[in-house]
């Protein structure tokens, strides 16, 4: 596609429900990343791709989070029995690679809000 | 460990005023460094980044320069208008790593 898409653009859901959010980066682009900004905060690294692999997961904040990437390409974010705390936009980003200087184009983000 | 920090904001202007926002940064190494933009509604974009010191990045009539002597990258614009209203965020990237470290953000408002 032309950019990063993210969908859902909005998610409201019950505390202890799960929920998947999806990024679809751009073709070709072999970095994924994914990243949370909360109201008044910067953005929070979760989680990159290189490929399908996942070399740095440091940034999930619980094991109730957790992100696959198939076939190089599309990636989903989970988030397991979610609570309040867990509301934020979730924004997603891709790049050619992951050399130092590459360009990320980011997606709009999925707003997520845990009632 | 590597940090960014930023003025905080908002920031309000009227039109045709010189805008400043303040960034600095903590690194190990020999980072890149960018500003990026969030428009309302979208995704951030890159707006203009500078990979080594004393280079200038500018974009759109947005100047940074690389200032390694004082850790420091700030966002210029001699002359803002009602659309450059965003949240500008400013970010380091270090080599060899693939991670990048973003700051807060500043909301800039800039009245007509």
């Known amino acids: 596609g032309a950019g990063v898409s993210q969908s859902p653009s909005n998610k409201v859901t019950e505390k202890g429900k799960d929920v998947e959010l999806r990024c679809d980066p751009i073709s070709g682009h072999t970095a994924l990343y994914w990243y949370r900004q909360s109201l008044g905060q910067g953005l929070e690294f979760l989680i990159y791709?290189?490929?399908?692999?996942?070399?740095?997961k440091s940034g999930l904040p619980s094991d109730r989070f957790s992100a696959e990437r198939t076939g190089g390409s599309v990636s989903t974010l989970t988030i397991q029995r979610t609570q309040q705390e867990d509301s934020a936009v979730y924004l997603c980003a891709s790049s050619l690679s992951s050399l130092r200087n590459e360009k990320l184009f980011f997606g709009s983000g999925t707003q997520l809000s845990v009632l | 460990g590597d940090s960014v920090t930023q003025m905080e904001g908002p920031v309000t202007l009227s039109e045709e005023a010189f805008l400043t926002i303040n960034c600095t940064y903590t690194a190990t190494g020999y980072p890149s460094l960018f500003w990026y933009v969030q428009y309302p509604g979208e995704g951030l974009q890159l707006l203009l980044k500078a990979t080594k010191a004393d280079d200038k990045g500018s974009n759109k009539g947005f100047e940074a320069t690389y200032r390694k002597e004082t850790t420091s990258f700030h966002l210029e614009k001699g002359s803002v208008q009602v659309s450059d209203s965003a949240v500008y965020f400013c970010a380091l990237s270090e080599i060899g790593t693939y991670k990048y470290i973003f700051g807060t953000g500043t909301r800039l408002k800039v009245l007509a």
């Open positions: 791709f290189q490929g399908n692999s996942a070399p740095d």
